[in-house]
């Protein structure tokens, strides 16, 4: 059988931050998505990165099984869900091996689309990028009602997710845009936690070698009264919110 062929940006072999335990990273290629504070802007283009199998993979994740065996292996980007099939067989051979599979997503997808990548999905890392439509689309240049209708159908299957949310300050930070999210979170029956992930600017060396307007140029890191500020709004919901390393 021939081997399923996708597009990746890079991998990362001791992973600490996406999902629990340490863990290999694939970060694909292509994103529909055109955030504001985007740390991987160079992973944007569907046509650039580099073209690879998933036998490939899978003998990379084999090198660090010993490693990672009490953590797993998170498909990142990106957005994963642009290749779903390649996804999917990665999750696949992954659990032929006994690894747990996360999918880290906008959830900028057909829910269809992603169906069968969600059957072999342990935990997903669900980004909501803001609540209010209107600011939402402000960071990512797209609507928010393909991501709202992803985190129902998630809760409604209970596949079990991380909700995470990057606090930019004068930006996401908005506070009425917080308390409607932790409203909308409280909703989900599936949610283990919710991290809130601090603005910083380590990605903006990147947008300046692409030739890219980096609007957030004066846009200062989010502070830790800030982050406590908002953790604080969604644990009187009820939610199990934590700060988390930042984008």
């Known amino acids: 059988m021939i081997s399923q062929i996708g597009r990746i940006h890079s991998i990362e072999t001791f992973g600490t931050v996406d999902g629990p335990g340490i863990r290999f990273i694939v970060f694909t290629q292509g994103c529909p998505l055109r955030c504001l504070y985007c740390h991987n802007p160079d992973c944007r283009n569907t046509h650039d990165g580099k073209e690879v199998t998933v036998d490939y993979l899978i003998s990379e994740i084999k090198k660090c099984k010993s490693f990672i065996r009490k953590g797993g292996v998170t498909v990142s980007g990106g957005e994963p869900l642009m290749q779903p099939e390649f996804t999917k067989e990665i999750f696949r051979r992954c659990h032929e091996m006994g690894l747990h599979t996360a999918l880290d997503t906008s959830g900028y997808c057909a829910i269809d689309v992603a169906k069968s990548v969600l059957e072999e999905t342990d935990l997903v890392l669900l980004d909501i990028k803001s609540y209010k439509p209107e ?30 949310f990057v606090l930019v300050p004068h930006l996401t930070d908005d506070l009425e845009n917080i308390q409607q999210l932790a409203d909308f979170v409280a909703t989900l029956e599936n949610v283990e936690r919710l991290e809130v992930l601090p603005f910083h600017k380590m990605g903006e060396y990147k947008w300046e070698q692409l030739g890219l307007p980096y609007t957030l140029r004066d846009t200062p890191p989010a502070s830790p009264e800030l982050v406590a500020q908002a953790i604080a709004i969604f644990k009187q919901r009820g939610i199990n919110a934590i700060g988390a390393v930042g984008v």
């Open 135 to 164: 600011l939402f689309y402000q960071v990512t240049h797209v609507s928010i009602e393909t991501t709202l209708a992803m985190a129902r159908y998630l809760s409604d299957i209970n596949k079990p997710a991380w909700i995470r």
